[in-house]
């Protein structure tokens, strides 16, 4: 057994060797990211642990953060938003935003849409300002907070959602899309909104049905 190693290793070359731990390498980088899951639920802290507060949507009262408060904009994707926070690891540079909401999510197994495609939109405004696409970005509630990887997914809905809102700017049109998910914690549910009540009634119904 030990004579087939020692042939096995006469066989390959050090540059030989080190394209094979290379290669290892790669494709256990790649099982890790896939295996990491696009979004999860933790308990709610309004930092980063190992990286630096860069940006705040108010100032702060230090020289450093002449910046805080600072209505970020993006030319490239015409859209501009001031997040709550933005920190930045010491070594990568790698930009994480951070948005903190008021309310409470209990046993909500995700974040609500529309803060979802807020922060959607964060990474595309601090890709365009800081030249760094931010790997992941945090939806921060008062009891738990959602850990979000910047996915193409959320990218192009959040591309989707622009395209149409500004169609219904430019023409006066617009085509609703009532759902119990979206409705239920929607700030115009019961109040201004034609849809919201009815689609929340139909959704207990269904919840009740698979009961």
């Known amino acids: 057994m030990a004579e087939l190693f020692k042939n096995m290793m006469s066989r390959f070359s050090v540059v030989d060797w080190?394209?094979?731990?290379?290669v290892c390498l790669l494709l256990l980088l790649l099982l890790v990211k896939k295996a990491k899951p696009n979004m999860?639920?933790?308990?709610?802290?309004d930092d980063v642990r190992g990286y630096s507060l860069i940006y705040a949507?108010?100032?702060?009262?230090?020289?450093?953060?002449?910046?805080?408060?600072?209505?970020?904009?993006?030319?490239?994707?015409?859209?501009?938003?001031?997040?709550?926070?933005?920190?930045?690891s010491p070594i990568l540079k790698k930009i994480v935003p951070v948005e903190?909401?008021?309310?409470?999510?209990?046993?909500e197994e995700v974040p609500h849409h529309g803060d979802l495609l807020q922060l959607?939109?964060?990474?595309?405004?601090l890709e365009d300002v800081y030249g760094q696409k931010p790997p992941f970005g945090r939806i921060?509630?008062?009891?738990?907070?959602?850990?979000?990887?910047?996915?193409?997914?959320?990218?192009?809905?959040?591309?989707?959602?622009?395209?149409?809102?500004?169609?219904?700017?430019?023409?006066?049109?617009?085509?609703?899309?009532p759902s119990f998910a979206?409705?239920?914690?929607?700030?115009?549910?019961?109040?201004v909104c034609e849809f919201?009540?009815?689609e929340i009634v139909k959704g207990e119904e269904e919840q009740d049905d698979s009961c």
């Open 196 to 198: 919201s009540e009815t």
């Open 140 to 177: 921060v509630y008062q009891d738990y907070m959602f850990e979000i990887r910047n996915t193409a997914k959320i990218r192009n809905e959040v591309l989707s959602t622009m395209k149409e809102m500004r169609e219904m700017l430019q023409y006066g049109v617009g085509k609703a899309k």
């Open 120 to 125: 959607g939109a964060y990474f595309l405004i």
């Open 100 to 107: 903190l909401k008021s309310g409470s999510i209990g046993e």
């Open 18 to 22: 080190a394209i094979i731990i290379i």
């Open 40 to 45: 999860q639920k933790l308990t709610a802290r």
């Open 182 to 191: 979206t409705c239920r914690p929607c700030v115009c549910n019961g109040t």
């Open 57 to 88: 949507d108010q100032k702060q009262g230090k020289k450093h953060e002449e910046d805080f408060g600072k209505l970020l904009y993006s030319a490239k994707y015409e859209l501009q938003g001031k997040p709550d926070y933005v920190f930045q």
